[in-house]
């Protein structure tokens, strides 16, 4: 059995979203050698990044649950 369920990355809002940035999953960080606490490049240490597609959904706004 399949659901469509709104997507929880998001949460089914149409347009430019922002998400949890990937590379430091939301720290704002990105540890390197030598510096633990080095800015993360990706979303200049906020920790999230708006996308215009979110890559959860790909703009559907919904996304298919299996419950098995
Ligand atoms: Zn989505
Ligand atoms: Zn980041």
Known sequence: MI????????HG????VEIECDDCNGTGFEPEEGNQFAQC?????D??????I????LGEGTVEDDDS
Not at 13 to 16: D, Q, Y
Not at 41 to 45: E, I, K
């Open 3 to 10: 659901y469509k369920n709104k997507c929880p990355l998001c």
């Open 13 to 16: 809002r149409e347009g430019s």
């Open 41 to 45: 490049q990706n979303c200049s240490g």
């Open 47 to 52: 920790g999230s990044v708006e996308v215009e």
């Open 54 to 57: 979110c890559p959860r959904c």
